[in-house]
C-alpha cells in the first residue's frame, strides 16, 4: 500500500493462485450455508485476484479456499462488463455442444479444446444471498461450467486426453521448481541485504 493513502483506501486484495497439480486443486469445495460479510470479503479478494491476473472466471479453490463460490466477467474493462459472483452454484440444464480453446489461471500458459455444452442454466445465491437462475450461453456458458468444475476438483485438463494431460503436467512441474527457485533467491537477497544494513533492531 502506498504511503499516504488516505485512512479509508481499501487496497486490493490480491491472493495468491494455486498452480495445477495442487493438492487442493483435487479437493472438493464445501457449500456457503450463510452468505455473510466474510463471503462477500472472499468475493472481493476473487475479483481482485482475477482481474489481476487478467482471468475471466476465479473459483475459490484457485486461491486456496474450498468455498462453492465463484466469481465470473467474460467482457473485463469493457462498458458492458458484467462482473457476477455465484455462491452455490447449480447448472440445472445443458443443452448443445460447443468446442472451446480453454485456459485456466491456476494452469498459466496452457490452452486446450475442450467440449462444453453450448448453452446452460444456472441457479446459485448472489452476493445478498437472493436465489437466481440464469440462462447462459457463449463464453459465459463455458466459464460457468469451468468454474464449477474446479468446485468438485476437476480441472480442463482431465476433459483433455491423457497424453496431452501430462505433458502439460510435465510442463507445470517445470514452472513450480522455476518459482521456487525465484523465491529462494529472493529471499536470499533480503537476507544478504537485512546482514549488509549491519544489526538493526528486530
Ligand atoms: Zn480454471
Not at 502506498?2 to 493462485?17: D, F, L, N, Q
Not at 455444452?117 to 436465489?131: P, S, Y
Not at 464449477?148 to 514452472?175: A, Q
Request: net charge neutral.
Amino acid at each position: 500500500m502506498a504511503e499516504g493513502a488516505p485512512r479509508h483506501y481499501k487496497e486490493a486484495m490480491v491472493r495468491e493462485i494455486l498452480v495445477w497439480p495442487h493438492p487442493v486443486l483435487k479437493q472438493k469445495a464445501h457449500p456457503v450455508t450463510a452468505v455473510d460479510d466474510s463471503t462477500r470479503a472472499l468475493i472481493k479478494d476473487l475479483f481482485d485476484s482475477m482481474y489481476a491476473a487478467d482471468g475471466v472466471g476465479l473459483a475459490a479453490p484457485q486461491i486456496g479456499v474450498l468455498k462453492n463460490v465463484i466469481v465470473l466477467d467474460t467482457t473485463p474493462r469493457q462498458p458492458e462488463a458484467k462482473p457476477l459472483a455465484m455462491v452455490n452454484p447449480e447448472i440445472l440444464t445443458y443443452e448443445g455442444k460447443i468446442e472451446y480453446k480453454e485456459g485456466c489461471l491456476s494452469i498459466p500458459g496452457e490452452a486446450e479444446d475442450v467440449d462444453r455444452a453450448a448453452v446452460i442454466t444456472v441457479r446459485f445465491l448472489d452476493e445478498q444471498g437472493v436465489e437466481q437462475t440464469l440462462k447462459c450461453e457463449g463464453l459465459l456458458a463455458i466459464a460457468v461450467q469451468h468454474e464449477t468444475d474446479h468446485l468438485k476438483g476437476t480441472m480442463f485438463v482431465d476433459h483433455i486426453s491423457t497424453l496431452k494431460r501430462e505433458l502439460i503436467r510435465k510442463r507445470m512441474k517445470k514452472l513450480q521448481a522455476a518459482q521456487e527457485a525465484d523465491k529462494k533467491e529472493a529471499a536470499a537477497e533480503a537476507k544478504k541485504k537485512r546482514s549488509g544494513a549491519g544489526a538493526e533492531a528486530r
